[in-house]
């Protein structure tokens, strides 16, 4: 944890990047919201990981090292997945390789978490594929938007009596 939140202190990102908050993992961050999630995983977790167990990286032993390096290549798997699969555009070479992944994801879950069961989720992953064929990259019919939005309105002051507007607003 300590490596990621070094990676999300330390990098510049582009603007229309949103970030995710300095202090990710402490109780003070509050609530990651879905898109800092896929910012979190698709930019700063690819380079806190590769810095920490990629080629080059110092470990005790070998051993140690190939474990940590089957954790990174079946990490970015899935991050590869995610970053095809939030792509601004969508073509069936893109959707076969994001399946591609997933399946080697799913399929490697055990080797690398050998007490990890499969869950629902995992098929239902598999079913984006489906997805990103007929409505394009999910961008287009994501909720991110609405998850935006539901969030403004939570900030928005309430007396929690229905039916009675606070003209303070």
Not at 6 to 14: F, H, L, Q, R
Not at 103 to 125: E, F, K, S
Not at 128 to 154: A, H, K, M, N, T
């Amino acid at each position: 944890m300590q490596r990621i939140s070094d990676v999300i202190k330390t990098s510049d990102t582009p603007s229309f990047l949103r970030s995710v908050p300095y202090n990710f993992g402490e109780t003070k961050a509050g609530t990651v919201k879905a898109d800092e999630w896929r910012t979190l995983t698709t930019v700063y977790l690819p380079i806190a990981l590769v810095s920490l167990w990629g080629e080059g990286s110092a470990h005790h032993n070998s051993d140690i090292a190939a474990s940590r390096r089957a954790i990174l290549d079946h990490t970015m798997a899935l991050v590869s997945a995610i970053r095809i699969a939030c792509l601004r555009s969508m073509m069936k070479d893109r959707a076969d390789a994001y399946r591609t992944y997933m399946i080697d994801w799913i399929g490697n879950l055990q080797v690398i978490l050998p007490h990890a069961r499969h869950r629902t989720n995992g098929h239902m992953v598999l079913h984006v594929w489906d997805y990103l064929q007929l409505f394009g990259p999910v961008w287009s019919w994501w909720c991110f938007p609405y998850e935006r939005l539901i969030g403004q309105l939570q900030r928005l002051p309430s007396n929690h009596i229905f039916g009675n507007i606070s003209i303070s607003l």
